[in-house]
């Protein structure tokens, strides 16, 4: 099955045939989903979607050489097969011969065998024949298939004595070209010039004839690269050849010397211009599993006086895994359309795919070109891309994320869908409420005034300056109707602030407070927590109170645990025990877990829930730390969760750390792994002032953070942000911009310092009433009169019009009017001005400068608020 | 499903590249047939054509934005070994609407071959802009006054000693200026095919730092994830496969004291892809480094993420073929039918939570009830 060749039809888009030396086979493509369904004879895949059907004619024939497609559509599907005596067949699959040219002849005067067919395409009944080297003939021959065989000569006679019976044959050629001896390797027409061809002669020219002075080449060079000649369909002026591992690419105009010369590792076999994409070359070599597809963007040129080099760039398109390539032909019709076959017949059918250039917007928009046309592809809320941040991120500032300063935690509503991030916001709000509270200066602290603390902090770990704490042995409420031993507790001033930042009111002194947390927790429907909490408090009743009466889907579930821990003995190797140990398998609350090992550990050995993977919470756990370990132990422990907290970039750990170095290494963390710069810029500016607000890293965050706003042109989020953030420090951003008068060059300020200065009776009343704001028409320092506005050419300074009604009517046009209706403005280019609102309202409508005689086009200058206006 | 519209380019030929600025509400593009276009993104939500001018005597290779700040400027490049610099400038305004004219300000003619890429400088350098040419320069320009941006000055240039063929920019404001520089030199034996180089404020000169020589098929492109606030930087580069590689700087201390002593990057491959099963040609970012899409010769652009434990994993895939637009023709009587360019999800899988929380419902809390949690 090798030297099997594959040829497009250039007629029809769907119908293509094979060759091999002795059957031409004709199939028709067809999508799988138009595949028949009777079993069908010979069928193949050449594609995912795509299937060639076989069809039931086909041509067979010994000796065959070559084949080429007659370019027009009648005679449907008439191929002219060369044969390797030289005789030409013009035939076509159906056999019936409705048209006198099917089964025509052409006969050669001398016996050899046919190199190649070419069909002229534009004056299509020329046809091209290469021949083997006679020594007293020509090599090429150009029939024309309508000649007639009563038109020939007595030559009939003399030649045809082999072939006698064929009575149609034709044996004078149209034209005969090349001399005695001479040989012909590859002929390929123009179509701009449909009379001319070129052709690769004798092993080393390259020749260019006309028809209508076939005596000598028009344009000849010297090169080996003589076969396979081939013309650039999309650019006549070019040519490729090649000859054993060398393709060169010529231009016709300048054809001393190849353009472009590619060595290809191998012997080339076969080359073929693309006729539908420009610059595309495929060369397929020998024993190749690929085909090598040339882009050529530009060849060398001059351009002016510069000489300009090559631009290409290389393609392998590899066609089926260890099936070497026997032959490829382009679609004559479709873009960049590849058909192949492969030495086992096996069939595949590409497309050269064209680079995709593409971009991301910042509203992950996505543009992509394909070839000349372009698309643009939205990820937006609906359809986006799952769980990216950078959509997250622009949901939750919508949402108002950030930007409630009072407040803290409501801004956990905008991150409703992120429990994740629930934690450090809680801890915030918490370190707010005691920093309130510190402020009232009711309370101690070592320079921590005025932080927002974290439990290390809290507990002097951070300076290595821990409070003494006093043990006590706690005994269990009393109402459970077992007598059980004590348990030791720690406490201290500092530990039950700490417990008070984790959320655990913590002052065992008010055990009201803990009821009231209990409450909430049973109130949120969180059973199995606030019985843990009670228990931990060593509130045992309470605890199984609070299981047992619990309501939801798991109350089963919960009260069962409750009657397990109303049946707690403190002897071991009882019954009680063991059945709590196979409840245990069965629990997956991590609460209720940690409630049976607390009540089945060895006291003071708690490692059990403090090093639980299974859901507690961190503040959770480092409460209940401050609790019950001693100072040794709380410090080895929490400096151990501190090292965990960074590594794993767990923002909860904020509430160990604060915004201390630790802190910021661990926000760190979280934003290498998250990409959540909105909440770590958040948690820097809503813990201010922290000491790390002048950290590189800080200020990176938070600059980063105000420039994603900006791109997104949530520039009113951004100045909230920096009024949070700028809130604590003494910032100030200096006037920026200052009105002098055209006469005395003093500034016309109107603002209130001057104005109270200038009336210091007024100043108490002054504020929102704009009635008492001072009128300022003329300047204050040398009494002359501001510019005009432009439109309503009333002085500067005068209410534009809507202010003109009287106060009675404020309510109707309030609506219409903005603040800044009355200010001075003016275009920064052609210095013209007026009344912000009549401006406005001029350039709705125009985009030239009021001003008679100024051609300024004072709308069109300012792109951002095309934009702004736009969005 | 993504929702894909087509736009009427009116190219005449291969679109080179495409280009959002810096709000994502304009577009600029250029082609083969030597032209730059600029796009609009109207009120209605359609991209128009506001601008389409013929310049380069040759390919025009890339287009990029200045950031607005620096006004409307356009840089692009070609194949005629120019780059040059556009501003926008505005003509009447008709009944469409504004029509805009867009001047070259300036043309950077130094280079000595086809000029194939172009890119600003991250906005807090100025003003400043870096071009590469097959013959291995790679020349930044700055333009001191940013009045007057047709005064480019030529500051830098760096021998990179292979063909180049693409450059990316670091964004961080935070690490010395940084561009990693890509080749695609096809001969193998030639070393690593992507450099990276970095400013030295004491020494004034730009210093390779890195080779990455895990490279060494033809890079075709290269691309820096934004920063954003990372300590480490993520490099995309297109090649026989898609690589992306983090760098993250070690010892910037050493660099103090006047003395030019290279920064040090821990260099790690974070992932390698050969899912396109075919040379990949180009990559973008995302605004916040976090998606990676790249388009290959498979004719599809496909896009990554990474998971909460820094794994890469395709999310996507966008078919842009020749074949799916011309189905999507046949279709467009019913667009809701087959949505164009439809895409398939891969791997929709949860990524890993952090924690699980005990207080799924604690916005829910009322304020009163809240506060009297804290007691002091």
């Known amino acids: 099955m090798s030297n099997l060749k594959v040829h497009w039809s250039p007629i029809h888009d769907d119908v293509f045939c094979t060759c091999s030396p002795n059957k031409i086979l004709l199939y028709k493509v067809v999508h799988s989903t138009e595949k028949p369904t009777q079993k069908v004879p010979s069928m193949r895949q050449m594609s995912d979607t795509l299937w060639a059907v076989e069809q039931p004619k086909s041509i067979e024939m010994g000796m065959l050489k070559t084949v080429a497609w007659y370019p027009k559509p009648e005679p449907d599907n008439m191929l002219a097969i060369g044969l390797a005596n030289g005789r030409v067949i013009l035939n076509n699959f159906s056999g019936n011969s409705e048209s006198d040219l099917i089964k025509k002849e052409f006969v050669p005067k001398h016996t050899r065998s046919c190199i190649y067919l070419n069909w002229n395409p534009v004056d299509s009944h020329l046809l091209a024949e290469g021949l083997e080297k006679y020594r007293n003939d020509s090599c090429i021959n150009i029939w024309n298939i309508h000649h007639k065989p009563g038109n020939e000569l007595g030559d009939r006679q003399r030649y045809s004595s082999s072939h006698s019976e064929s009575s149609g044959a034709i044996h004078t050629p149209y034209v005969e070209i090349g001399g005695p001896s001479e040989t012909t390797a590859s002929f390929c027409w123009f179509k701009k010039e449909p009379r001319t061809f070129v052709t690769g002669m004798n092993t080393r020219y390259l020749r260019i004839y006309d028809l209508r002075d076939c005596t000598r080449p028009q344009n000849q060079t010297q090169t080996k690269m003589i076969r396979g000649a081939s013309v650039d369909r999309q650019n006549e002026h070019r040519i490729a050849t090649f000859n054993e591992n060398h393709v060169s690419v010529w231009d016709v105009r300048n054809f001393d010397k190849p353009m472009l010369t590619f060595q290809e590792p191998k012997a080339v076999s076969m080359i073929r211009w693309c006729p539908t994409r420009k610059g595309y070359l495929g060369i397929l070599s020998q024993d190749s599993l690929t085909v090598k597809i040339y882009d050529i963007l530009h060849l060398p040129q001059t351009v002016g006086s510069e000489e300009l080099d090559q631009y290409y760039s290389e393609r392998t398109i590899k066609v089926l895994n260890s099936q070497i390539v026997s032959s490829f032909s382009w679609h004559p019709k479709q873009d960049s359309r590849l058909l192949t076959v492969t030495q086992q017949g096996l069939l595949r059918d590409l497309i050269v795919q064209e680079h995709i250039p593409f971009n991301w917007s910042v509203d992950s928009t996505l543009v992509t070109a394909h070839g000349k046309s372009m698309s643009i592809t939205s990820f937006n809320k609906d359809n986006s891309i799952p769980q990216d941040i950078a959509v997250k991120m622009k949901e939750r500032i919508l949402q108002g994320y950030g930007l409630k300063s009072d407040i803290i935690w409501e801004n956990v509503y905008a991150i409703k869908e992120e429990p994740e991030l629930y934690g450090v916001w809680r801890w915030l709000s918490y370190a707010r409420e005691m920093l309130e509270y510190n402020k009232q200066g009711q309370t101690f602290q070592r320079g921590m005034m005025g932080k927002h603390l974290g439990v290390k902090s809290i507990l002097g770990l951070d300076v290595d300056d821990m409070a003494t704490s006093h043990m006590t042995n706690m005994y269990w409420s009393s109402d459970f109707y077992r007598k059980l031993a004590c348990v030791k507790q720690y406490h201290s001033a500092e530990r039950s602030k700490a417990l008070q930042l984790c959320g655990w009111g913590g002052d065992h002194h008010k055990p009201e407070l803990l009821d009231t947390i209990l409450h909430e927790l049973q109130m949120d429907g969180k059973y199995a927590i606030a019985a843990a909490m009670a228990l931990f408090n060593l509130q045992i009743s309470k605890a199984i109170e609070i299981l047992s009466t619990s309501k939801g889907q798991e109350n089963t579930d919960l009260s069962t645990v409750a009657m397990a821990i109303a049946g707690y003995t403190e002897e071991k190797n009882t019954l009680w025990r063991k059945t709590c140990m196979s409840l245990l398998q069965k629990l997956e609350d991590p609460y209720l877990r940690a409630m049976f090992a607390f009540l089945t550990c060895d006291r003071e050995n708690y490692e059990e829930i403090l090093t639980e993977q299974g859901g507690m919470q961190l503040s959770d756990k480092v409460a209940f730390a401050c609790i019950y370990l001693d100072n040794d132990k709380l410090k080895e422990y929490i400096n151990r969760l501190t090292r965990k907290v960074i590594e794993a970039g767990n923002l909860d750990g904020l509430l160990i750390t604060g915004l201390t170095p630790d802190g910021v290494s661990l926000i760190s963390r979280f934003v290498d792994m998250t990409g959540d710069i909105q909440t770590a810029a958040l948690l820097c500016v809503f813990s201010l002032p922290n000491e790390m607000s002048k950290d590189e890293r800080v200020l990176n965050w938070i600059e980063s953070y105000r420039e994603l706003l900006d791109r997104w042109r949530l520039w009113h989020h951004r100045s909230k942000f920096d009024i949070i953030w700028r809130a604590g420090d003494n910032f100030r951003v200096i006037s920026q911009a200052f009105v002098s008068c055209n006469f005395c060059g003093k500034s016309i300020a109107c603002n209130m310092p001057v104005a109270s200065r200038a009336r210091p009776h007024n100043s108490y009343s002054a504020g929102t009433l704009t009635s008492t704001k001072p009128k300022i028409s003329c300047c204050p320092g040398c009494r002359k009169p501001l510019p005009r506005c432009s439109l309503c050419l009333t002085h500067l300074g005068t209410p534009s019009g809507s202010a003109l009604y009287t106060q009675k009517d404020k309510t109707t046009y309030s609506a219409k009017m903005t603040a800044i209706d009355d200010w001075f403005t003016w275009c920064q280019s052609c210095r013209h001005g007026g009344h912000a609102s009549h401006l406005l309202e001029w350039f709705a409508e125009h985009s030239e400068c009021p001003v008679t005689g100024c051609n300024c086009k004072c709308s069109t200058l300012d792109h951002t608020a095309r934009l702004a206006a736009e969005s | ?376």
């Open chain 2, 1 to 376: 499903m993504f929702v894909t519209k087509q736009i009427e380019s009116e190219h005449k030929d291969l679109i080179h590249d495409v280009s959002f600025d810096f709000y994502g509400k304009r577009m600029a593009s250029c082609s083969s047939d030597q032209s730059v276009k600029v796009w609009d993104l109207g009120e209605d939500g359609e991209w128009k054509c506001t601008a389409t001018w013929k310049t380069h005597s040759g390919s025009v290779f890339r287009v990029t934005w200045a950031h607005p700040e620096f006004g409307q400027v356009l840089a692009t490049c070609s194949f005629d070994r120019q780059a040059a610099v556009w501003e926008e400038s505005f003509g009447d305004v008709g009944r469409e609407g504004v029509k805009s004219n867009w001047i070259k300000k300036s043309i950077l003619v130094d280079s000595r071959t086809a000029v194939t890429d172009v890119k600003f400088a991250p906005k807090h350098l100025g003003l400043q802009l870096a071009i590469c040419c097959s013959d291995g320069m790679v020349r930044i320009y700055e333009c001191p006054d940013v009045m007057n941006i047709s005064q480019w000055s030529l500051q830098h240039d760096i021998q990179t000693k292979f063909k180049c063929s693409c450059l990316s920019w670091n964004s961080s404001r935070m690490h010395p200026p940084m561009i990693a520089v890509g080749s695609d030199d096809n001969n193998p034996s030639g070393g690593g095919k992507c450099q990276v180089f970095e400013y030295n404020d004491s020494t004034r000169k730009w210093t390779k730092v890195e080779t990455i020589v895990a490279v060494t098929d033809p890079v075709h492109d290269v691309a820096f994830a934004p920063n954003l606030g990372r300590s480490y930087h993520l490099l995309a580069i297109a090649s026989k496969e898609l690589k992306i590689i983090s760098l993250t700087p070690l010892g910037r201390d050493s660099v103090i004291g006047n003395q030019s002593v290279v920064s040090r990057f821990e260099m790690k491959q974070v992932a390698s892809f050969t899912d396109h099963e075919s040379p990949v040609w180009r990559v973008s970012w995302n605004v916040t480094g976090t998606v990676l899409s790249s388009s290959g010769d498979d004719g599809c652009v496909r896009l990554w993420k990474a998971n909460y434990l820094g794994r890469w994993k395709g999310i996507s895939i966008l078919k842009g073929d020749a074949s799916q637009t011309r189905q999507d023709r046949n279709f467009s009587a019913n667009p809701s039918q087959n949505p164009a360019g439809a895409v398939s999800q891969q791997s929709n899988e949860e990524l890993v939570r952090m924690n699980i929380k005990r207080n799924s419902g604690w916005p829910s809390f009322n304020t009163k009830k809240d506060q009297g949690k804290t007691y002091y």
